[in-house]
């Protein structure tokens, strides 16, 4: 038996999302726009009660009204696997502005941001001590959780990120 595949991508998905949601088409409308290319996609097809659906998903969960495997931990467990997942984004984040310093390219806007998360999240360590390393199996979906988290945070923020340096 094959394995299942998706027939959509997230970015797709995503975009039926802003299409019907941010720019307010109806389905109908927002497959329409999608055949002719949108947001720097390639044109696709998509039935529009497939769209709505899709739409209605990605609505709740960035409303938290679907709850995610996270939150249906226990929260001292699931505090804890963010705080790892968040320390995995920092850790790559700094990574890539130490690339990019050595390029002779600084950015100290990220590198503010950056210095600001890692005292928060050493802040946060120190209340809740982490207690034993988590399996890297068992951690990879909790970072596309955390990214989730990250991104519905940048939308709420105004232009220009919102933070004063």
Known sequence: MAKFERKYTD???QAVYRLVYEDGLSAPDAVAQAGHGVYGLEPFEMPA??????????KRQREGL????????D???ALKLLARRSIALL???????????RKGNIDLDRLVKA???????????KHRPLEKPVDDEADKS???????IIRRHRETLPPGGGYST
Not at 66 to 73: H, I, N, V
Not at 91 to 101: F, G, I, P, Q, Y
Not at 115 to 125: N, T
Not at 142 to 148: D, G, I, T
């Open 142 to 148: 909790a970072s596309a959780e955390v990214a989730r």
């Open 115 to 125: 210095s600001r998360v890692r005292r928060e999240l050493e802040g946060s360590v």
């Open 49 to 58: 009660t497939t769209a709505r659906e899709y739409a209605r998903r990605i």
């Open 75 to 77: 929260p001292s467990e």
């Open 11 to 13: 970015a797709q998905r």
């Open 91 to 101: 850790d790559r984040e700094v990574e890539s502005l130490e690339k990019a310093s």
């Open 66 to 73: 679907e709850l995610t495997p996270l939150a249906r931990k």
